[in-house]
């Protein structure tokens, strides 16, 4: 799949079926190569044609693969880059969740914020782990739920 220049950054990419088939081979390839990399050891990869070569840090390498298997799967996505510090709104939408709501936890201290004058901002890692841990809760609770179900032979 290549991008044209006139495609916004941001924009949902939707595989073509040649992409779909194109992703699942070069995913297995490239995710197989990192196996045999150092941790935080730069991937190296040789451009064809001018043998250049370019350093890839990890963490791209891998964003590299997870966008490769996402297309695989055939399934629409989006990469959007996330700041450092975000704006109530932003931790918001990243939560799913209403603005008030999260002010709610803010406020509880649930996530820790700070002020900047009237605002308040939010730590993009700090909003990342509480969601981890309420997405932990969930599959817990709905863990017991199953085990619940099936103690008292519900059928599903």
């Given at each position: ?6 495609e916004p950054s941001g924009e949902a990419i ?59 799967q055939g399934n629409t996505f989006r990469l ?69 179900a099936q103690e008292l032979d519900m059928g599903?």
């Amino acid at each position: 799949m290549s991008l044209s220049k006139s495609e916004p950054s941001g924009e949902a990419i939707v595989p073509k079926p040649e992409d779909v088939a194109l992703a699942i081979n070069s995913s297995k390839i490239l995710a197989s190569y990192l196996h045999k990399q150092q941790d935080n050891e730069a991937v190296k990869i040789l451009l064809p044609g001018d043998e250049d070569e370019i350093a890839l840090p990890t963490s791209a390498y891998n964003l590299l693969i997870e966008i490769l298997k996402q297309m695989a799967q055939g399934n629409t996505f989006r990469l959007i880059p996330v700041k450092p510090e975000l704006t109530t709104q932003e931790a918001a939408d990243i939560l799913n969740v209403s603005r008030p709501y999260l002010i709610t936890l803010l406020e509880s201290g649930e996530i820790p914020y700070r002020k900047v004058g009237t605002r308040r901002r939010v730590l993009t890692k700090d909003v990342l782990d509480y969601k981890k841990r309420i997405d932990a809760k969930r599959m817990q609770t709905l863990d017991e739920l199953a085990a619940q179900a099936q103690e008292l032979d519900m059928g599903y």
